[in-house]
Nanobody, 121 residues
Framework: VQLQASGGGLVQAGGSLRLSCTAS????????LGWFRQTPGKEREFVAG????????DYANFVKGRFTISRDNAKNTVHLQMNSLKPEDTAVYYC???????????????WGQGTLVTVSS
């Protein structure tokens, strides 16, 4: 599985961005999908995850109520709608795919290349 992320950019605090990640391959439905983020000097951290059929969704506490994850299995795509962005959301965002449902750095099977989100104050 190859993951291609897009949608990052520069936005003012309070603004919105929508990240997208498209996967290649015919096994998309086998994977739980998610988004992680990383800033310099810090470990990559979980942001949001969605199960194979979209029935189970989880968010990190720091994005609950502001970010929404969704997937379109017909288009092999997962999205992350980010609203009410804060300067502390500035990071490189990575999409991820895993066969399990653990949402840890060790459980991820495939990573996208990352897309930079910068939120100015």
């Amino acid at each position: 599985v190859q993951l291609q992320a897009s949608g990052g950019g520069l936005v003012q605090a309070g603004g919105s961005l929508r990240l997208s990640c498209t996967a290649s391959g015919r096994t998309f439905l086998r994977y739980t999908l998610g988004w992680f983020r990383q800033t310099p000097g810090k470990e990559r951290e979980f942001v949001a995850g969605i199960s194979r059929n979209g029935g189970a969704i989880d968010y990190a506490n720091f994005v609950k109520g502001r970010f929404t994850i969704s997937r379109d299995n017909a288009k092999n795509t997962v999205h992350l709608q980010m609203n009410s962005l804060k300067p502390e959301d500035t990071a490189v965002y990575y999409c991820a795919a895993e066969l399990t449902n653990q949402a840890t750095l060790e459980s991820v099977d495939y990573w996208g290349q990352g897309t930079l989100v910068t939120v100015s104050s």
